[in-house]
């Protein structure tokens, strides 16, 4: 008996489904992250710290296009202390931590956003190892707490945590408010740094970045006893 042709309708409604499978859109992930890095490393961020700003830009104007440009650059994994001391050498201290704090979220939402839409479905079967699925479970379970730590202790890269976060069942509104205030005291002493990188031994500079130097040793301790908690489960 022969075998009867496949129609039309039943090849788009294959063609679809393959499309829109959670692989799928995982590979659609992947390439748009490459693509973003790549992008990146052609046009070397790092050029704002010298003050490569479009002179036109001044004023409000000029903050929100920076914050949207680095909420765009963290989701393609440019290192957030680079942008957060751009926007101090740019803006003053003040003005550069608005715009780096409103960019932090910004960005966060946007990885957390693409996260989920196109890796969770895909990637969460493969939690399987017990500290895997440890730290997925204190992510979905005690979400504000764990980005607030994770947030406050710096040392983890931005970029990473949020698609991380974006696999587990975290709620939108305590990761992006956990992510706002576990931002900002790290935020605020580098866009001070930025600020005053010209006066590299008056009170504030120095506060700044012994600051930023007690905060990544406490991000290595606190990093390494939760390590230690997360096999013992």
Known sequence: MPVPAATPDGLAVRCTRLLFSPWSRLALLLVLLLSAATTVLLWHPQRLLTGDWPAQLSGPGALVVFALAYGVCTTAFVPRPVLNLAAGALFGSQSGLVAALAGTVLGAGLAFGLGRLLGQEALRPLLRARWLAAADRQLSEHG??????????????????????????????????????????????????????????????????????????????????????????
């Open 144 to 233: 504000f707490r764990s980005m607030l730590a994770i947030r406050l202790f710096p040392g983890l890269p931005f970029a990473a945590t949020n698609y991380a976060a974006a696999v587990s069942r975290m709620r939108w509104s305590p990761y992006l408010l956990a992510t706002a205030l576990g931002s900002l005291p790290n935020t605020a002493a580098y866009a001070v740094a930025g600020a005053r990188a010209s006066a590299p031994t008056s009170p504030a500079f120095l506060l700044a970045m012994g600051f930023i130097a007690v905060s990544g040793l406490a991000a290595l301790l606190v990093a390494w006893f939760k390590r230690k908690a997360l096999r013992g489960r």
